[in-house]
C-alpha cells in the first residue's frame, strides 16, 4: 500500500537521521517522495566543499587553523542535518560558536605571511531567531546553523564578535578578498562534486555514532578520487546498502562490496566514484 510504504520511510528517515517529526516534512518534494540532494550547482560545489572540511583528520585541512576546536571536533555540537534544495542546515548546540570557527578571519601580524583560518569566502549573511544563516560568496551556496535551543544563546553571540588580538573578521566583508582566491580550487568542480555533496547530506549515518574518526583521504584505487573510512558504527558494506537501498538512498546510486579483506566498498555514481572503508 502506497500510503503504509510511505509512512514506514518517512519513519526510516527519521530515525536514521535523528530528525524530529516534523523536521520530515520540510524534506519532502511536490509529490511528498523524500528528496535529500540538492540540484543546484553551485549548492553541490559548496556542500562538497564542507563535506572535506568535516570528514578531515586533526588539523590536516588548510582552513583548520584557529586555536581551539578542529573542523571535526565542532561535531561535537551537531545534532541533525536538514538539507534544502537552496541549502544545508546543521541543527547545532551553542550554533553561535560553531559559526565563530568556520567564518574565516585573518592574521594582521607583521612578521609573517598573512594566514587564513576557517572557510574562504564564507559570509555571515543573518540572525533571526534561533538561526544563522551563512553564504559562500564563491559559489553563492548557503550554510545554516540552526541552535538546538528556542533561541541562540547572548554569550555565543558575543563570542562570535570577539576574536584574538592581531586577527581580523572577513565576515562583515562584502567580496572575495585576494587571500581567500588562492583558495578557489577547493570550490572548484570535480567528478565526485555532486556525489560528496550528497554524503553531507546525510552525514548523520557516519555523526551518529560517538568517536566515529570519518575522514576522507585519497583513493589507492586507479581511477578513484576519494576514500572515506571510519573506525565506530555501520560497516562500509551496510552503509552502502544505506546509501543505495533505504528511505535515504541517493537516487542512481550503485554500492559493489570489497572484492578482498582489507580493500574498500565502492560507491559510485553518474561515473564518480568514492570508497568506503569501515569497521569490520
Known amino acids: ?3 503504509s510504504n510511505d509512512k514506514a520511510r518517512r519513519a526510516q528517515c527519521r530515525e536514521l537521521l535523528n530528525l524530529r517529526t516534523h523536521d520530515v516534512k520540510h524534506l519532502l518534494d511536490s509529490t511528498g517522495r523524500i528528496s535529500l540532494d540538492t540540484l543546484t550547482p553551485s549548492q553541490q560545489i559548496f556542500q562538497a566543499m564542507l563535506q572535506l572540511c568535516f570528514f578531515s583528520s586533526h588539523r590536516e585541512h588548510p582552513f583548520d587553523r584557529m586555536g581551539g576546536r578542529t573542523f571535526p571536533e565542532l561535531l561535537s555540537y551537531y545534532c541533525a542535518a536538514l538539507p534544502r534544495p537552496d541549502r544545508l542546515i546543521l541543527r547545532m548546540s551553542c550554533a553561535a560558536r560553531v559559526a565563530r570557527y568556520l567564518l574565516p578571519t585573518l592574521t594582521t ?4 605571511p598573512a594566514e587564513l583560518t576557517g ?18 560568496l564563491p559559489t553563492g551556496g548557503l550554510l545554516e546553523f540552526q ?5 541562540l544563546d547572548k554569550w555565543d553571540l558575543q563570542q562570535l564578535e570577539e576574536i584574538e588580538l592581531g586577527w581580523r573578521h572577513l565576515k562583515d566583508v562584502s567580496a572575495v578578498t585576494p587571500v581567500e582566491k588562492n583558495f578557489a580550487h ?16 546525510r552525514g548523520n549515518l557516519w555523526w551518529s555514532t560517538f568517536r566515529n574518526e570519518a575522514v576522507t583521504d585519497y583513493s589507492r584505487r586507479p581511477g578513484g578520487r576519494y576514500r572515506i573510512r571510519w573506525a565506530k558504527g555501520y560497516s562500509a558494506d551496510e552503509l552502502g546498502a544505506l546509501l543505495t537501498d533505504s528511505a535515504v538512498a541517493i537516487p542512481g546510486a550503485v554500492y559493489t562490496p570489497a572484492p578482498c579483506r582489507g580493500d574498500a ?3 559510485q555514481l553518474a561515473g564518480s566514484m568514492v570508497e568506503l572503508e569501515g569497521p569490520e
Not at 601580524?109 to 609573517?112: H, L, N
Open 1 to 3: 500500500m502506497p500510503y
Open 147 to 151: 541552535d538546538s535551543r528556542a533561541k
Open 265 to 267: 566498498g565502492i560507491l
Open 186 to 201: 577547493y570550490w572548484t568542480p570535480t567528478p565526485c562534486t555532486t556525489l560528496r555533496s550528497s554524503l553531507i547530506a
Open 119 to 136: 572557510i574562504p569566502g564564507l559570509r555571515l549573511e543573518g540572525i533571526a531567531g534561533r538561526s544563522l544563516v551563512m553564504r559562500h
Open 109 to 112: 601580524a607583521s612578521d609573517k
